[in-house]
C-alpha cells in the first residue's frame, strides 16, 4: 500500500511554502538568485545614476501631477477626454511661471544696463562707504575697477560653459517635468492598479498605513512650505515697499522661490538691500532695521516655527518635532527634493512601527473564502 502512494516532491513543497531554508536551495536556484539580484542591483544604479541630475524635476512633477488629479478629473469630465484635459491643466500651471520669469528678466536686464552705465559712480559709492570700515579705508574701488573687468574678462569662457551646462541641464528638467505630470495626470489610474497587484495580500495594511502617511506628511509639507514662502515674500516686498527699494516686486519674486533650496534663503534678499540703503542711501537704521526685520521674521519665525507648525497640524501623522527635525534635515541632505524626501521617510517610519506595534491599522491575513472551503471538503 505504501508503495502505491505517490511521491512527494518536496522541492515543490518547499517552492508552495512561505519560508524556504537557506539551506534547501539548489546550487542552480542559488545561482540564478545571486545572478537576478546583481543583475538587478547593477540596472538599479545605473539607472539612479542617470536620472540624478532630474531627480528633481521627477519629484516634482509627481507631486505636482497627483495634487492636479481632482482638477484633471473636473475638467476631463467636461472636454470628454483625459489628454486635452491635462494639457490644458499643465497650461495652467506653467503659463503664469514662465509670465513671471519673463517679467522678472526684463526688469533684471534693464537694472544690470544701469548698473553697466553709471558703474563708476557706483564704484565711487562703494569706495566712499567702505573707507567706513576700520581696516578698509585704503581700498579705491574705482583705481581697482579695470583691474576686476579684465579679471572678469579672463573668467569669461568658464563662466559661459557653467551657464550652457546648467542651461542644457534646466531644459532638459524642464521637459522631465512636463511629461511627468502628463503621465500621472492621463495613466494614475493604471499606476494605481500595478501597484496594487504587486502588494501581496500580507502586506496591504501595511501599504495602506505607508501610503496614508506619505500622503499626509508630504500634503503637510508642500502645504507649509509653499504658503510660508509666500509670507516671507510679502515680507521683503513690504519692506521694498516701505524703503522704496527699487526692483521691489522682482526681489520679492527671487526670494520666494531661492527659499526652497539649502542653506541660501530670503536671506540672501534682505541683507543685500540692507547693505544697499547702507551704502547708497547712507541710511544705516533703515539697514539695520530691515536686516533685523528679515532675520526676526522671515529667517527665525516663519522658517523655524510656523513652517514645521503648520505642516504637523496638516499632516495628522507627525508632530511639531518630528516634522521640525523631517523638514531641516531633510532639506539640507538631500536638498531641494528635501522637502519631500524627509517628512515622507518619518512618516514611513511611524508607519512600520504602528503597524509593528499594534498602535496601527491591525494586520489581518485574508481569510479563506467560502468557496475556498467547499472546495477543499470536496476535495
Known sequence: MAADRPRRDRRRDDRRSDDVRLADFTIPEMRKALLTAGLLLAIFLLFAYMVADVAVAVVAGVVLGVYAIPFHRWLGRRLHTDRVAAIVTITLVTVPLLAILIYSWVEIAG????????????AERL???????????RIAVEQDLSRWVIALGERTAFVLDEVRDAFDILVISVAVFLFTVYYILTDHRRILRYIRRKIPGRYRDLSRQVSANIRAVVYGALYATFLVQLLKAAVVLSMNLLWDIPLAVVLSIVAFFIGFFPIVGSWVIYLSVALYLAVFRNDIMGAAAMALIGFTVNTVFLSMYVRPKIAAEKSHVLNFYWMFIALVTGVY??????????????????????????DGTPVRLE?????????RAAG
Do not use: C, Q
Not at 111 to 122: L, Q, T
Not at 333 to 358: C, E, M, Q, R
Not at 367 to 375: I, V
Open 333 to 358: 541632505t538631500f536638498g531641494l527634493v528635501g522637502i519631500i524626501v524627509g517628512p515622507v521617510l518619518i512618516g514611513v517610519l511611524k508607519a512600520i512601527f504602528d503597524t509593528v506595534t499594534g
Open 111 to 122: 537694472a544690470a544696463a544701469y548698473m553697466e552705465a553709471n558703474r563708476a559712480a557706483v
Open 367 to 375: 481569510a479563506p473564502s467560502e468557496a475556498a472551503y467547499r472546495r
Open 127 to 137: 569706495t566712499i562707504a567702505l573707507r567706513r570700515v576700520p581696516f578698509a579705508h
